[in-house]
């Protein structure tokens, strides 16, 4: 199935649900929700959303809002107000629904786990579209200067995916840590052989872990690693931390990056992906790695230079990579990341772009999606931490110093 323009029994999201969600997923229940808005904007506009097919567990499970079943809880929503609701999960190439649909939509909403690319040639042809958002956190797959010149909005649900994130890069440093995935595949294999996986396992107390970007999602992370006693706690970001932010979690500012690695047993990467930070770590930078350090990156694919990292994961340089982001996303069959190893056989944490959208995130991201459409439909202003592009330009400093 490709693209869905049916009106399924799943409704709507208010925001006042949110917290109640939150703190226990299995109060939200789509069906039950009734729409409330009554909006101020011309009827029959396009909204197009690419978001990602989720098959039989979609049918089974309606928390999984981001896919094309479910379709975010928007459809009854949308269309009761004489707005056109395309959902799509086919974005490549000239002739895809994305493609042909972005030409005279006035919204597009797209999530990053499986996001349509709107480069700037697409933003050319995309007469008629205002704004653009992001269902989750990173909006890096939008040309945001391409963006910012044809006065198109760009907004995100900032803290949507904070939380399931931080959570999942300290379950992938302990994995790496530990050793965890080659001593499972024993298991599964019906081996048994202790000193095989014991000699590439470590403790993570009394290592120095470092993150490169400390906002939202770096910041949670050093929270959670406290309880670890690490030796030391370092990072690296252009926007320094408030003093006492640094001082309650016991974390060292290091200025220089080449430095900040060189000192690192684990490095966790935890930036959004602009021209600043594409391909930011990369062979050069990875001579500088600890020998034998850990990396964990569940930002962006593209932050890391795919071929070097293969390459230090193999000669050792590096033991161990994890994360579920990719330079293309769905990755490609033969993607160095997904069979690479270390010299030992093992190194590899890498899993499929799922950190951000546990049903806990995308209970909430579906609900800040939909804020947002409603600020936007009745001409009110956003919240500004949602904001990446608006009316006046950029208006955060997540993307880099512009």
Known sequence: MTMLRLSLSQ???????????????????????????????????????????????????????????????????LEKQG????????????????????????VL???????GYLTHDLIQKAKNLKICITAGVGSDHVDLNAALGKGIEVLEVSGSNVVSVAEHVVMSILLLVRNFVPAHEMIERGDWQVSEV??????????????IGAGRIGYRVLQRLLPFD??????????????????????????????????????????????GTRGLVNAELLKHFKKG????????????DKDAVAAALKSGQISGYSGDVWNVQPAPKDHPWRTMKNPLGGGNGMVPHYSGTTLDAQARYAVGTKSILENYLLNKPQEPHNVIVGKKGYETKAYGQR
């Open 109 to 115: 909403i797209t999530t990053p786990f499986h996001p």
């Open 198 to 211: 014991a000699r590439a396992a470590y403790d993570l107390e009394g290592k120095v872990v470092g993150t």
């Open 11 to 77: 409704a709507h999201i208010r925001r006042g649900l949110l917290s109640s969600a939150a703190k226990s997923p299995r109060l939200l229940n789509p069906a039950r929700l009734a729409p409330s808005l009554s909006h101020q904007s011309t009827a029959g506009m396009k909204v197009l959303a690419v978001l990602y097919a989720g098959g039989e567990a979609a049918k089974q499970e309606p928390r999984l809002l981001g896919t094309i079943e479910n379709q975010l809880g928007l459809r009854e929503w």
């Open 230 to 275: 690490c030796k030391e706690l370092l990072y690296y970001d252009y926007n320094p931390l408030p003093e006492e932010a640094a001082k309650a979690v016991k974390v060292r500012r290091v200025e220089d990056l080449k430095e900040f690695v060189s000192q690192c047993d684990v490095v966790t990467v935890n930036c959004p992906l602009h021209e």
């Open 83 to 106: 707005h056109e609701y395309v959902v799509t999960e086919e974005k490549e190439g000239p002739d895809s629904a994305f493609q042909k649909h972005i030409v005279d939509a006035e």
């Open 293 to 304: 350090a850990w990396l964990v990156n569940t930002a962006r694919g593209a932050i890391c």
